[in-house]
């Protein structure tokens, strides 16, 4: 197979999908991004506009927005996003049935030699490649929110993927200017979710015991581990229906202070309320 990457589809104009999309034109890709609806694929665009608009403003970006913009076109056609590319990425919403059907149509439309990926962060690529007649061509890549600003990306080989294709995305990954690690073994959550919803859900348990102040175990990860955010202000950022999900897919078990929020519909920062009050309270504050 011809391996080198030249194009590629986006599939889902979501936090995922934008962002992906924004990473693969700042490297200079002519990216197709493809939503289901015309509003979603406006919102993922403007999104794409704002945060270029930041990298600018903050010199984190070495071209014009503009330039960068100029390389990503929109669609909701399915069939004409991926009919021409040599790479797809799904981000569709984490749903195994959603996205074995979008995998379905993929395999369809797009030519033979196209590598189809899955930016899933919860479910095997296996499941999701089933669903193609050509699994061999289906690996994950796994990017972290936000795409612009993490540095890794994993890169998942299914049970039957193709050894060239996972090299291809590796080498892809690469030329983001991002870190690719292998992911040899095709478990759900990979390697980072493996590690990071425990180290969520054990501080979720503390709460439960009503041992702990949220805010003093943010600080202890943030001041003594180093880390970007505690485990609390993390879950609020990507959005607690999000780790429930993930969770209870698995049978995995969720702490009450999670599930009871979720119930709330206290999403995190997209509805205002989480574990810290964005709207009313003053947002993350440990300091
Ligand atoms: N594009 C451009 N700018 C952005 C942005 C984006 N997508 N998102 C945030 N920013 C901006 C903010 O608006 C803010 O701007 P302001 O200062 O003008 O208000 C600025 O970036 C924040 O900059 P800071 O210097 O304060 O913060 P950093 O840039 O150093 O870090 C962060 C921000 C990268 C979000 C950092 O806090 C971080 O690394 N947090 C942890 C994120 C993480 O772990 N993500 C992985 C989650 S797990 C996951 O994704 C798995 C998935 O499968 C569910």
Known sequence: MDAEIES???LGAGSMGHGIAEVAAIAGYDVVMRDIEEDLVEEGYDNIEWSLGKLAEKDQIDQEPEEVLARISTTVDLEAAVEDVDLVIEAAPEDLEIKRDVFADVDAAAGPETIMATNTSSLRVSDIAEATDRPEYVCGMHFFNPPVKMDLVEVVSGEKTKAEVVDAGIEFVESLD??????????PQFVVNNVLTPFMGEAGYMLDEGDVEIQDVDAAMVFQRGYPMGPFELNDFGGLDIFYHSREQWDDPVPESIESRVE??????????????????EGVNYE
């Open 8 to 10: 590629l589809a986006v």
């Open 178 to 187: 991002k870190t690719p690690i292998r992911v040899r073994k095709d478990v």
């Open 264 to 281: 709330n519909d206290d999403l995190g920062r997209k509805t205002g309320k989480g574990f810290y009050d964005y709207e009313d309270g």
